[in-house]
């Protein structure tokens, strides 16, 4: 895909984050394809998370600005939704209202919440699990309503904190192949944060890799032979090995 | 068979022990002011029976009921706020801790002075017993709010209003529920207090005219029953958090 005529669903511009003394980014200046997915991939510390939070409007930066489809961002919006790492998820409330609470801080009616509820509950395979709590499901599991309590108020823009790493490696292996279903069937656009650099690679059409110290965005990768093949095969496409390798090199010294 | 009822028989195990030890007690006895339960259960059922245990009652239960609802509603409001704003807090939570450590045994005749021998102090005693316990916990809860869920409120658009009502209470609710059931038996032991120390009325003065007569039976039936009444409260209490707040008790998800 030419990204020269793919519009910008989101555009970081100039932005500066302080905490302290401590320099969080430093004029970072990044755009996100409307309808892909975008890895932000780096060792911690380098403001990733930061970043996804700023664009999310939960942390306001101390300069530069966010555009959503052209717009500046303020604070939330209904044009986005956010995954979180630790879930977030409400332990007193049962599947459904945690899927639909997104809806139902929205004011939408009950009845019609927990319909779309319903249906993205099923999209993300836990029917029969409606009526469970948080603390009778899997890890797995709970991140899967953290997905569709996200999916569910369909915003355009999906902000994902590291997701999966807080789920077991088979699940995430699997995750990784339903995520890249859904970049293809929502017509979304991903923003997605990960310190892995297989996962970043095999799920992203663009991976922004950021270093610390201070945090910029080093470099732009686009996978571009594996993206359409079946997902069973990515992990053993060359192109997929190369730049595995590739980002690896870059991202060695700055391990400690 | 013991497995499905064990609960119901080691209560029934834990009331046998402390009753037997104090019928032994009383035997011996420790001390000619200490009756036996037996002795003490006969001064209890004479009690019911001609009437005196239930206007007592009627009268101790006034400043109780009253003094646990005010500390209670405005107990849980004020633990909130101070919760939700440090500046709130700063500004009361020392009240409270003062509160909660004076020897309140001592400051009762200044309350007598102020508030006369009514009601009024009697409120007081309890309200100043119960109070502290329960806007601290609530405080404590409400700061305590899980940061991930406020922001995850935030994110999807909750409105401050929604993001206390749907968010901080029901998470602080354990602990504001505890605060509660530790609140209510400080109001208990207020209430006798007030009894004892502003006018001997209700049980309070069942428990001084029967000391004073040398009726230890009575007055022991008289302590005793205000300590089965708590306890039932406190049970009473559990049921309505359990139905309330079902899923709550189990632990936060974050592993």
């Known amino acids: 895909m030419d990204t020269t005529i793919t519009e910008n669903a989101v555009a970081v511009r100039n932005v500066y984050k302080n905490y302290g003394d401590v320099e969080a980014l430093r004029d970072l200046s990044l755009d996100f ?16 998370t930061t970043l996804l939070k700023i664009i999310a409007g939960l942390l306001p930066a101390d300069s530069g600005e966010v555009l959503v489809n052209g717009k500046p961002v303020t604070g939330p919006g209904p044009d986005r ?14 599947t459904i209202r945690n ?8 004011g939408v009616a009950k009845s019609e919440r927990e319909a779309v509820a319903e249906k993205y509950i099923a999209a993300v395979g836990l029917t029969g699990f409606e009526n469970s709590y948080p603390h009778e499901l899997s890890g797995g599991m709970r991140q899967r309503v953290g997905l569709a309590r996200a999916l569910s108020v369909n915003a355009e823009v999906l902000l994902m904190d590291e997701p999966f790493s807080a789920v077991d490696e088979q699940t995430r292996r699997k995750f990784q192949e339903d995520l890249l279903g859904l970049v293809q069937n929502e017509n979304k656009t991903f923003l997605f944060v990960t310190h892995s650099i297989e996962e970043a690679v095999y799920v992203s059409n663009q991976v922004a890799i950021l270093l610390p110290r201070p945090s910029r965005v ?8 594996f993206r359409n093949k079946d997902v069973d095969s990515i992990r053993r496409d060359p192109e997929y090995l190369d730049l595995v390798d590739k980002i690896w090199a870059s991202l060695k010294s700055y391990v400690e | 068979m013991f497995a499905r009822h064990r609960a119901v028989i080691l209560k029934l195990c834990s009331a046998l022990l402390v009753f037997g030890a104090w019928e032994i007690a009383g035997r011996i006895p420790v001390s000619f002011a200490f009756p036996t339960f037996i002795e003490s259960l006969a001064a209890f059922w004479a009690l019911i029976v001609d009437g005196t245990m239930f206007t007592a009652y009627v009268e101790t239960l006034r400043p109780l009921v009253v003094g646990v609802l005010i500390s209670a509603f405005l107990g849980i409001g004020i633990g909130l706020w ?27 005749p200044l309350l007598v002075m102020v508030y006369g021998i009514g009601l009024t102090s009697k409120v007081f005693v309890v309200c100043i017993m119960a ?39 029901p998470s602080a609710s354990p602990i504001i529920f505890a605060g509660l059931r530790l609140g209510v038996s400080a109001g208990f032991i207020g209430a006798i207090l007030a009894e004892l120390k502003i006018t001997p009325t209700g049980v309070g003065d069942i428990i001084s005219y029967s000391r004073s007569i040398a009726d230890y039976p ?7 029953s205000i300590i089965v009444l708590a306890v039932l ?23």
Do not use: H
């Not at chain 1, 939704?81 to 409330?93: G, T, Y």
């Not at chain 2, 809860?141 to 999807?156: D, K, S």
């Not at chain 2, 009575?218 to 005793?224: D, V």
């Open chain 1, 33 to 48: 394809p409307k309808g892909q997915l975008t890895s932000l991939l780096g060792p911690s510390g380098c403001g990733k």
């Open chain 2, 233 to 255: 409260f406190l049970n009473l209490l559990e049921r309505l958090e359990g139905f309330l707040f079902m899923g709550t008790r189990k632990t936060l998800v974050s592993d």
């Open chain 2, 82 to 108: 101070t919760g939700l704003s440090r500046a709130f807090d700063w500004l009361v939570s020392p009240i409270f801790v003062v509160m909660q450590t004076a020897p309140l045994a001592a400051l009762i």
């Open chain 2, 218 to 224: 009575s007055m022991y039936a008289a302590i005793a």
């Open chain 1, 81 to 94: 939704a956010f995954v979180f790492q630790d879930f977030a998820l409400m332990p007193w409330a049962s």
């Open chain 1, 218 to 225: 080093s470099e732009i990768i686009r996978p571009r032979g």
């Open chain 2, 131 to 169: 109070m502290p316990v329960i806007v601290l916990n609530t405080a404590g809860a409400v700061r305590n709010t899980p940061a991930a869920l406020i922001e995850m409120g935030n994110a999807f658009l909750g409105t401050r209003r929604d993001i206390i009502l749907k968010i901080i209470l």
């Open chain 1, 99 to 106: 899927v639909a609470f997104g809806l139902e801080l929205r």
